[in-house]
């Protein structure tokens, strides 16, 4: 499946293990992260079977630098000429001047199956390794919903990385909460809203207080940066990603 349409003038396109949410607005789209590096065709292919153009695209915005969300940053900026656009506390994340990202050797120490081992090798095979710097993202141009299609309005939420934000999609009733809030992740045992694993984050504790930047949006469509959409509102997605954080943190 190329894309998968989740409300009027929204989809998501999956990525390696990855999510990226499209907004659609006339001829225009706004694209939400992209993927790993190996992950660039995916995109083009979602993107031409809307009946777009990879051109179409206004902009990318990126809730965090995590390799498996600038994968395709550049790609798109040397073919297209498309601009990205994150937090101003991501950006130096995203230009490559501050880590804050598990290892290669975290994610060797939690090979514990043969589920992880496979996702080991999927994302090592879509650029997992690879040092992938964003010379040209550039902080939001303006505070506020953006102006750009769709509209989306950055909702800062620092923890799983200092400039992290979240995106609410207001005329869909979503959002997009990148790694804030998953529903699902292949190192994690359980299905449904969580906060990713303690080595993912450069802060578990400031990422469930971030929760609450979140939990009473109008969104009843949450769109996770892994894991399948969440339909019964964010207030509940909050609510249960707390109460796993109970269980498994004390
Ligand atoms: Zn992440």
Not at 2 to 22: C, H, P, S
Not at 70 to 98: D, F, M, W
Not at 106 to 129: P, Q
């Amino acid at each position: 499946m190329r894309y998968q349409q989740v409300a009027d003038d929204v989809f998501t396109i999956a990525g390696t293990d990855v999510n990226m949410v499209l907004l659609r607005e006339g001829r225009d789209l706004t694209l939400i992260d992209a993927g790993w590096h190996g992950d660039a065709g995916r995109i083009e292919a979602a993107v031409e079977a809307l009946g777009h153009r990879p051109r179409d695209i206004t902009a990318v915005l990126l809730t965090h630098a995590h390799l498996d969300h600038v994968g395709a940053l550049n790609y798109l900026q040397a073919t297209y000429g498309i601009p990205a656009y994150t937090s101003r506390l991501e950006v130096a994340h995203a230009k490559g001047e501050v880590h804050e990202s598990a290892t290669p050797l975290d994610v060797i120490k939690r090979l514990t199956d043969i589920s992880t081992c496979g996702w080991a090798l999927r994302i090592t095979r879509a650029g997992g390794l690879r040092k992938n710097p964003v010379p040209h993202i550039q902080p939001f141009p303006t505070d506020g919903a953006l102006d750009l299609p769709g509209h989306p309005t950055p909702i800062p939420t620092p923890g799983h990385t200092s400039g992290h934000c979240a995106f609410h999609l207001a005329a869909a009733g979503a959002v997009a909460t990148g790694d804030t809030l998953v529903t699902a992740h292949p190192t994690s045992k359980f299905q449904g809203p969580q906060v990713l694993p303690d080595f993912f984050n450069h802060s578990t504790p400031r990422t469930l207080t971030a929760l609450a930047a979140l939990e009473d949006l109008a969104a009843d469509l949450v769109l996770p940066g892994h894991g399948d959409p969440f339909t019964e509102g964010i207030g509940q997605a909050v609510a249960r990603a707390r109460s796993h954080a109970t269980t498994d943190h004390t």
